[in-house]
């Protein structure tokens, strides 16, 4: 797509746009609180004031390793509740109460040891942190799979990837003004508050944003409220609610919920076993999210100014510059991937070459470590450091952005609640076992952390390429036909050059399958339905 169409589709969607960006907004402060805690455990005054500094080197990777973590907890306990929520009280009404509750948890940390000793400090810190971190899990849950039921199919990547993108802001603005605490304020508590307090403005902004948004269509055709539905699908293409392409989506939409409305979370776990296609498809999302954090990609988010210490860059000021460069890399990348790459090449290039990229980086940086485990700049020093950089650029072109976007698109209509619950349960799980580990891996195996995680990589490549077909450009009611018959030959047929190993082998087509599905109705019917199908394209 090139730069006049990019703005002539923006204008034409403008309220989708503005519907993903008010709900990705929420991401902002879940990528915020991703990059804040790394970059104050450097700054000597949080240290002091924490009796940090007088613990022994392992105690203090303990340490690092727990005041990370427990937000992930706390995402965990915030991703178990979002499916009861979201299912009972609706996508928009749980995505604003996320934003409060992170509002309340980010206002606890800013006020953490006022008037107490230094011991109940940090409990009423450790407190804040998981209390913020239910509402960041709430919103990680909830904004992909918002976003996904309310957009037209061509841009439906691009505006869930927006997820992502806005992640991608709130760490590298976490960073920024980590940096900037660290040369512009004096010693003081007021160092290390200063960033805890500016977290509460991308939690405010959220919740302003989301009140004037519309609720999930297909949730309200699952509470059987057709003509808000209806309205939704109008806004979002701005058009009429008697549009044919309302009514006809609105149709499909039903169709798919047939039997299955308002159906409780628990038989929604029952009904994500109840045929092998509904089963694989319930599975891909928590295999993306599981794939996801051993990319190793939070262990540079969270310890990257020890990484690039290690690396040569010492200082705090130099170390938290070199992470807030590494930020702005991560958002141009991401930027430029969702406006050029994920509705042209597809999600499964771009997952494969993302995995591809950070395996070869990750293996030079553990190569490296390996062969020059000290701290003094050498030439190579350079190529790491830039390899960095480059593992941060191949994240944004695959598996930063694009486990949201399949996992919301995979996950079938009537079950995506309970299906995006077990996936980001996971996503958070495998954050939290990470985010421990990395402080005490790297202190203990130094370079084999990046040998591990590069040999992650390697292994979701594969899997990218031999086991996940590609879903741009079908409707969310369509995608099951992906999973009917031949996944595996659909998924090589798919994969840069995969037809060399099928032969004379193909997939059928899913406008055959589909059509196998409708053969009940007349020539005529279908005839009116191929031409309807035209006009159904947005969504």
Not at 10 to 27: D, F, H, K
Not at 242 to 252: A, M
Not at 305 to 324: C, D, K, V, Y
Not at 380 to 395: E, G, P, Q
Request: a neutral charge.
């Amino acid at each position: 797509m090139g730069f006049k169409d990019a703005l002539a589709d923006a204008s034409r969607y403008r309220n989708a746009y503005t519907l993903a960006l008010s709900a990705s907004m929420g991401s902002i402060f879940y990528g915020w609180d991703t990059g804040l805690m790394g970059g104050i455990l450097t700054l000597k005054s949080f240290q002091h004031y924490f009796g940090i500094d007088k613990l022994s080197a392992s105690d203090q990777a303990n340490f690092n390793g727990n005041i990370v973590s427990v937000m992930q907890a706390g995402c965990i306990f915030g991703v178990l509740l979002t499916s009861w929520a979201c299912s009972r009280f609706g996508r928009k009404r749980s995505l604003i109460a996320s934003g409060v509750i992170y509002i309340v948890g980010s206002m606890i940390q800013s006020i953490a040891g006022l008037g107490s000793s230094q011991a109940v400090a940090l409990r009423v810190l450790y407190f804040g942190r998981v209390f913020a971190g239910i509402g960041v899990g709430m919103v990680s849950a909830l904004a992909p799979s918002y976003i996904s039921e309310c957009m037209p199919r061509h841009i439906r990547g691009r505006c869930t990837g927006l997820v992502q993108f806005s992640n991608n802001i709130g760490m590298m603005l976490s960073f920024w003004v980590n940096y900037s605490a660290s040369i512009n304020i004096p010693y003081s508590d007021m160092q290390w508050r200063m960033p805890f307090l500016v977290q509460l403005v991308p939690g405010v902004l959220f919740v302003f944003l989301m009140i004037p948004q519309p609720e999930s269509p297909r949730w309200l055709v699952e509470q059987e409220r057709y003509d808000e539905a209806a309205r939704t699908l109008a806004y979002v293409i701005r058009t009429s609610v008697d549009d044919n392409v309302v009514l006809l989506t609105l149709d499909e939409i039903k169709a798919d919920f047939i039997g299955k409305q308002r159906t409780s979370l628990v038989t929604q776990f029952r009904m994500m076993g109840e045929s092998r296609q509904i089963a694989l498809r319930c599975s891909i999302p928590s295999i993306l999210t599981f794939f996801q954090q051993w990319t190793g990609t939070n262990a540079i988010n969270y310890f990257s100014p020890q990484i690039f210490s290690a690396l040569g860059i010492t200082g705090t000021a130099s170390g938290l510059f070199a992470t807030g460069i590494y930020g702005l890399v991560k958002v141009v990348a991401v930027g430029l991937t969702l406006a050029f790459a994920v509705e042209s090449w597809g999600r499964k290039l771009c997952l494969f070459v993302g995995a591809v990229g950070q395996g070869l980086s990750m293996l030079w940086i553990g190569g490296f470590g390996a062969i020059h485990p000290q701290s003094t700049i050498v030439p190579a020093s350079y190529v790491s450091i830039i390899a960095v950089y480059l593992y941060a650029v191949f994240f944004c072109i695959g598996w930063g952005p694009l486990p949201w976007v399949v996992a919301s698109e995979v996950a079938p209509n009537h079950v995506r609640p309970a299906t995006l619950t077990i996936a980001i349960s996971i996503n958070w799980l495998f954050s939290f076992t990470i985010s421990r580990l990395t402080p005490v891996m790297l202190e203990k195996i130094t370079y084999g952390t990046f040998l591990l995680f590069g040999v992650c990589c390697i292994i979701m490549a594969a899997w990218t390429y031999f086991f996940l077909p590609e879903t741009k450009g079908y409707a969310l009611e369509d995608i099951k036909y992906l999973f009917e018959t031949g996944v595996i030959v659909r998924s090589l047929e798919d994969a840069p050059g995969g037809r060399v190993f099928l032969g004379s082998k193909r997939a059928t087509p899913v406008e055959d399958i589909r059509g196998g599905a409708d053969i009940e109705d007349s020539s005529d019917s279908s005839q009116k339905g191929d031409e309807e199908c035209i006009e159904v394209s947005d969504f």
